[in-house]
Every structure is written in structure tokens, then in C-alpha cells.
């Protein structure tokens, strides 16, 4: 608690909306029409994050989300259903390699810079056809938008997508933000979008945060130059998981069943 209010205190003073929406679960198709790129990364026995196709067959996500495969050193069992409500998803795909942002120290607590650093890419062994679910664009945060939306899995939730149309950005500094949007453990990875452009984009991901009685503060990355990196990393296969020459020897982190959000109760 104590790192994540000075993480709170370092972004600007918050802007409060004058409303939020509630969550609303995408049970029917028609529901999920425009999100089926989200869907639930699953790790087998050892949990889930939510992640989202920014091309036909690359996820992203959080980068502590892949904790557990890098220790491992392999993919196995590592899984993305994509727009996935009650057994069913829009298309299913195996990961083939993975990948954490060169900055993220998976031997630390989320800090700020881990932070701002914790994005992870999975390629999938087969594209996922746009026609079934369209890859989203990840672009900059407007400077004076303070009205974004996410989509997500959770705890209690994680059967089917939930959205919350309306969460406000409560502030941004050092290519960090903060947001009051309702998300917990599970939503690690969960698209933030901004509506500005024709389709929503996504601008962030949930990374960490804290949940009370009266306030949910959620924190992520601005994410444009972040994911640039971690594709280069990929192409040139630093730090690739799963791939021949991974010496997972180098990289000392939890149990790996330790790739649930980084979540607080004050």
C-alpha cells in the first residue's frame, strides 16, 4: 500500500468524473461485437490475465502475467481464447512464444518504473482471422482525455468479458496513469481504451492497483512507445520465452501460479 499511494502521489492531482457506469458483462453475441481481440489468457492450473490481439496472431498483456512461463522457460499450456463467454470463444490458440519488456525486472516489486515497463507480447502458433476478431491499434493518450473505457476478465468474473463504458483517468506523469476503473485480480493486461478515433484504441493496460469500501485506483503504462520496444525485442529474439536459446537461469522470480494482478486491499 504505502509504494502504491507514493506511485498516487507522484502522477498529477486526480480529476474526478462527475459519474462512472457500472460493469456490464457481454453475455450475447451481439454483446461482444467490436471485442472479440480480448480474451482470457489462461496458464492451465496456474490462473488467467486478460490480454488482446493487436495483430492476427500477437497478444498483449502484462509483462508479470508471463512471470511464471519465464521461469519455466516454455509456453506449454499457455492459452488465449479470444472473446471467450461461457465456454466459448470466438477462436482458440496455443502460444508459440512469449515475451517481457526488456526494462521489467520480474525480481522486483511493482515499482514505478516496473510499471511503466510491465508489458508482454505472446505470438500465437496461428493467426486468429481478422474477420473473427479484429486486432485493436495501440496509439497515444490525448493530452486532455480524462474519459477512457476497459474490458476485462476477473476474479468472480472471468467466465465471460465485462466493460465499463466510462472510467476517468485520474492523472498522468513519466509515462504513468492512474485510473478509477472497476478491475481486480485477473484483469492484469486488460485493455484501456480511448474513443477518440473512429474505432477505440488501446492506450494502456491494467498493470496494478488497490481496491477500498469507497475508491478503486487502478495503474498502467502509456503504452505507444513501451509496446515499439518489446516488438523490436521480439523480431531480434532478446529474451524470447520458448524459443531454443531462452536460458531461463537468468531470471529468478515466484511460483508459477504467481501471475495474478498486482492487487492491494488497503
Request: proline residues 5%; positive net charge.
Amino acid at each position: 500500500m504505502p509504494l502504491l499511494s507514493a506511485l498516487l502521489l507522484l502522477l498529477s492531482p486526480p480529476v474526478f468524473a462527475e459519474d462512472t457506469t457500472g460493469l456490464r458483462r457481454l453475455t450475447q453475441r451481439e454483446d461482444l461485437f467490436g471485442y472479440e481481440a480480448v480474451g482470457r489468457l489462461d496458464f492451465g492450473q496456474n490462473g488467467y490475465c486478460t490480454g488482446v490481439l493487436i495483430a492476427t496472431d500477437l497478444v498483449l498483456t502484462a509483462a508479470h502475467c508471463l512471470r511464471g512461463v519465464a521461469k519455466a522457460g516454455h509456453v506449454q499450456g499457455l492459452q488465449f481464447r479470444a472473446g471467450l463467454r461461457d465456454g466459448r470463444s470466438v477462436a482458440t490458440r496455443s502460444a508459440k512464444v512469449a515475451i517481457m519488456h526488456p526494462g521489467y525486472d520480474p525480481d522486483r516489486r511493482m515499482t514505478a518504473m516496473n510499471i511503466r515497463n510491465d508489458v508482454g507480447l505472446v505470438q500465437l502458433d496461428a493467426p486468429i482471422p481478422s474477420s473473427l476478431a479484429a486486432p485493436f491499434v495501440v496509439d497515444r493518450l490525448p493530452p486532455a482525455k480524462r474519459r477512457v473505457s476497459v474490458v476485462s476478465y476477473a476474479q468472480g468474473r472471468d467466465a465471460a468479458l465485462s466493460r465499463q463504458a466510462v472510467c476517468t483517468v485520474l492523472g498522468r506523469q513519466s509515462g504513468l496513469l492512474a485510473f478509477n476503473c472497476d478491475v481486480t485480480f485477473g484483469s492484469s493486461g486488460a485493455p484501456v481504451f480511448d474513443d477518440s478515433a473512429r474505432r477505440v484504441r488501446i492506450v494502456s493496460l491494467v498493470s496494478a492497483g488497490t481496491r477500498g469500501p469507497r475508491d478503486n485506483i487502478s495503474y498502467g503504462s502509456e503504452l505507444f512507445l513501451r509496446v515499439a520496444e518489446v516488438k523490436r525485442a521480439l523480431r531480434a529474439g532478446e529474451g524470447v520465452i520458448g524459443s531454443s536459446d531462452f536460458n531461463s537461469r537468468r531470471i529468478g522470480v515466484g511460483q508459477p501460479s504467481d501471475t495474478g494482478a498486482r492487487f492491494l486491499r488497503p
